[in-house]
Structure formats: C-alpha cells, structure tokens
C-alpha cells in the first residue's frame, strides 16, 4: 500500500464522510478545502516534524483545492464543445505549464531548511532579491 493510498482509505476518505454526513451542514467546497489542506499537511509532516514540511503541504494542499475549483468551474462554464479552438489550444498547454510550475516551487519548502531560506529563493526567483 502506498502512502498516498493510506492517507486516502484511513484519513481523506473517513473524515470527507464525517463532515459530509454531519448534523452542520458544511458547503461541499469548504469539506474539499479541509480534507485536501488536512491531508496534504499530514503528508508533509510524515516526511518530517519541520515546519517547512507543514508549509510544503499547506502549498500542495491550497494547490490541490484550486485546481478542484478551476475544473468545476471550467467544466461547468466553458464546456469544451461551446469553447473556441484556439481557447481550447491555450487551456491545454497553460494547464500543464501551470501546474508544473506551481508544484516545482512547491518543493522548495521540501528541499531547503527553513522558510527564512524558502522565502530568499522565492525573491531570488522572481527577481526581487539579488
């Protein structure tokens, strides 16, 4: 059994039904937002008790929840068949890029020490720190 599908037989999928089945009725978007930050810190923290482990799951899990979103949205408003070619063109190649380059930063919070040292690369990166 991997690790990913661990955390989603004993962890993702046991808590989504707990809230979902819940006396307080919790927007289906806000149950995806926990149970994907939830369970991406967790990850992050089994790979070690830092607190750039916790943020390298906060990273991937915020990240997780806004591609959910922007497929529902994307899905529901601008279905493939009613959409232009050359939107179409655009969607598939900026989706991929994007997301590469979101989980790319990502795993500076797992590959550096501290956030003091994550933030200079992110400033490096973007161009603001020399």
Do not use: C
Not at 43 to 57: A, D, E, K, R, V
Request: glycine content about 6%; charged content about 10%; hydrophobic content about 50%.
């Amino acid at each position: 059994m991997t690790l990913t599908q661990w955390f989603r037989s004993y962890y993702f999928n046991p808590v989504t039904r707990a809230l979902r089945s819940s006396s307080r009725k919790l927007p289906s978007y806000l149950i995806i937002l926990i149970t994907q930050v939830t369970t991406m810190v967790l990850i992050g923290l089994w790979h070690g008790i830092t607190i750039n482990f916790l943020f390298w799951g906060l990273w991937h899990g915020v990240g997780l929840f806004l591609q959910n979103r922007w497929s529902n949205v994307t899905r529901d408003r601008l279905p493939a068949e009613r959409m232009p070619h050359a939107a179409r063109a655009v969607l598939k190649y900026l989706n991929p890029i994007l997301t590469f380059n979101y989980v790319s930063l990502g795993w500076l919070f797992f590959m550096l020490p501290t956030p003091s040292l994550t933030w200079l690369a992110f400033q490096k990166l973007f161009g603001v720190a020399s």
